[in-house]
């Protein structure tokens, strides 16, 4: 059944928004969301359709996400109106210490040499995310969900350009690392061309043992060995992972963090994502500006935009992390009154001289740490015919995780997220490396009510540390500016490295940057690429859409 949707999805072309009265679904991969779509036609919720589609991007997307990784799921019920985040980070291992990446001379690590092998892994989260969801609002068997990977990844599925793209960058770096290369590469080593066929035996087995047999199955018993031995006996940094350590992994509900703005209500995850709060903060400080009245062609609302950004980051990574072992002041990086304080700092004629964080209510003296994202990760969205929403940032984090391979599934990387030096003058770095913690995140699954309450917009990114301004910026596309979600999505994007404002290359922005670094701040064009995924409710019912960027489509039920 499932092969026979996929001939008709690519015998006729669908375009990457997509409307229907009834279920949508959009994600960064075709396959992924004609998974999503079969899932939903067999019957299946959103939440089902979401996880369906996850499992799917593990095996066609494995450089960007996979049960060898974690996420973040935001849920409403449409009957009861209620929103829910469950948290599938990932965990770092009992015998992780504060200076996992600081050298022999007790300098940081260089950030490759710490990602390539054991150093890196993180317990997965997916596969017990992915169990809490379908217990709570699933309506299929659990093994239904695994159909369309399974057949994925045994019959096999067409390389991508994407796909492509990210072998020809790693495919060198893996002399060292044959599992990796004898799935991805050619009998010489030469990153597999666009077109060709991968087909993953090994995965196709690991899915159908946890189909059968449920979660347990991958977080003990043989499956558990063979990742605990690939972390072990990697060949670069072998590190311990144990049994005990996949055994005792716990994904979390969370209270979803929301704020107002302007006549919407604003929900996203909490710590360990940065996310919602750093939008939350981002759209706390333009409110008092006529962005609407501005407008995308006006270089003011952009820098604006830029503004805000350099000061959220700011407060970002000074003062967020895993709240079960730092004190991070949610209130207060939120709380009106401090972001007007942050917002008067903003000038329409000139930008600041620098970009300090702040002193929100309830903060405790900490020190400033930068932490490492790398643009990878994935995104995902649902929405059934019921009004069910689910919407999931899922990762391995950078391109193919650690580069460690068990059961045909990349492992992730993710303990490179945490912050490498865990002081500075004296004080701990939130975001330091501890036994059981999660490192911080990025991803930013979210969700946008009107002023009645209904859902009009859901809504997430991959990018690294440029999920927040991917997602920020399309919220405002919406929110301020009128636009639809897909022309939304495909307003220029803008980021920052160090002092200097990044806006992508070949778009507006970039015809703009002069007048915008004439207020200041040096502006330059760049590659600042995106793959958003969204739904979102017009008077014809509900729209997908997809990032003109990426690969992704938009799909009806």
Known sequence: MFKRALLVLFLFFI???????????????????????????????????AMAMMLALGVVEPQSSGIGGGGFLVYHDGKQGTIDTIDGRETAPSAATPDRFMGPDGKPMGFRDAVMGGLSVGVPGNIRLMEQTHARWGKLPWAALFGPAIWLAEEGFEVSEPLHNRLVSMAPLWKDFPEIRAIYADKDGNPLPVGATVRNPKLAALLKQIAIAGPDAFYTGDAAKALVNAVSAAPHHPTALTLNDLAAYQAKERPAVCAPYRTYKVCG?????????????????????DMSGMGKDDPRSWHVIAEAMMLAYADREKYLGDRDFVSVPMAGLIDPAYLSRRSKLISLSASLASYDAGNPPGAEQRTAGISSEVAGTTHFVAVDGDGNVATMTSTVEGPFGSQLVANGMVLNNELTDFTFTPERNGAPVANRVEAGKRPLSSMSPTIVYDANGKLVLALGSAGGKRIIMHVAKTLIGVLD?????????????IYFRGDTVLVEQGTMLADMAPRMSALGRKVVPSNVDSKVNAIEWTP??????????????????
């Open 269 to 289: 995850m909490g710590p360990p994502s940065s996310g919602a709060t750093t939008i939350l903060q981002i759209l706390g400080m333009i409110e008092r500006f």
């Open 540 to 557: 014809q019912g509900w729209r997908g859409a997809a990032d003109p960027r990426s690969v992704g489509i938009a799909l009806t039920e």
């Open 15 to 49: 375009p990457a928004a997509a409307i229907a009265e009834g279920g949508v679904v959009s994600s960064a991969d075709p396959r992924a969301s004609a998974a999503g779509q079969q899932t939903l036609r067999a019957g299946g919720s959103a939440a089902d359709a």
């Open 481 to 493: 500016f009128g636009l639809s979600a897909q022309d939304a999505i495909a307003l220029p994007n």
